[in-house]
């Protein structure tokens, strides 16, 4: 809309046109790449793997069709599947970790900048 008030009409569809292009383009390659992740695990013919990245886009277009409250709970459980190894590995990592240790080099307790500025930059 804003491309079309700045540049007009013509601008404005072009952009319109080639931001769908990329959106589509865009949103086809993921179950490529899960159908490739999958065969990594589950070695696949490319037949199968074309199957799996249909059945995907038919799926999550059957929840797009049952409307946006389906939508919103399939993304709200698509997230919580998606955060779960991260929790559980801040969990199992929690009780271990020894901050100190970013305070001592070779035994002696003296300020290391340079591993701290690493901590804080991997933080």
Not at 4 to 29: E, K
Not at 44 to 64: C, D, K, Q, W, Y
Request: glycine share 6%; charged share 10%.
């Amino acid at each position: 809309v804003w491309v079309q008030q700045a540049c007009g009409r013509v601008v404005g569809s072009h952009h319109a046109y080639w931001v769908w292009v990329i959106y589509v383009v865009d949103a086809a390659i993921y179950p490529v790449l899960v159908a490739q992740y999958v065969d990594t695990m589950v070695p696949m013919s490319e037949f199968r793997r074309g199957i799996l990245s249909t059945a995907l886009v038919g799926m999550v277009t059957g929840i797009n069709l049952l409307g946006t409250d389906m939508m919103v709970k399939f993304n709200t459980l698509l997230a919580a599947v998606s955060l779960a190894p991260t929790v559980l590995f801040v969990a199992i990592g929690m009780p271990r970790l020894e901050p100190e240790r970013t305070l001592v080099a070779h035994g002696e307790r003296r300020f290391v900048a340079q591993l701290m500025i690493t901590m804080i930059i991997l933080a």
